[in-house]
């Protein structure tokens, strides 16, 4: 068995995120924007990572992984005081549509029916509250979600 990196994890991931309907861009944080015509978007972030021992020779690495996903472009306000609330409400329909698909299609990171090399397993994947969020000079709402990555190295 091969080792499986932090880099064809996320790649992997991005790739099932990239099948999921509705989505419509994955990111890769060169854009120098996100206009509506990429919404819905999604980012993956490679996070934390613990290490356990197997034995001498084996490695577990379970590895927190972030999907970001933008739903909606704010627009642009003079008024300070503009109401927020009706977008940050409009992201809630997504909230499942991301964990959902993972369990139901990619439970071990699986594409087309292909699992990745060294991946024992995947945690529950959170969703948190759809929140506000920049990117370059515009504001967007986000979702948030987290999930862990379990893989064993040699």
Known sequence: MTSTTAQQVRQRIEAICATIPGITTVLDGTEPDITDALLPAVRVLTRAAERSAESRQKMLVTRT??????????????????????????????????????????????????????????????????????????????????????????
Do not use: C
């Not at 299609?105 to 594409?111: G, S």
């Not at 000079?137 to 064993?152: A, E, G, K, R, S």
């Open 65 to 154: 992984y972030r999907i970001l996903l933008y739903v909606r472009l704010i627009p642009r306000h003079e008024n300070q005081l503009y109401d927020q609330q009706p977008d940050v409400d409009a992201a809630e329909a997504w909230l499942d549509i991301i964990p959902d698909f993972f369990y139901k299609n990619a439970p071990r990171l699986e594409l087309d029916k292909t699992s990745l090399d060294g991946v024992w397993s995947t945690g529950p994947m959170s969703a948190d509250e759809p929140a506000i969020a920049q990117w370059a000079l515009n504001t967007y709402t986000v979702i948030p979600h987290d999930f862990t990555v379990l893989t064993q190295r040699a």
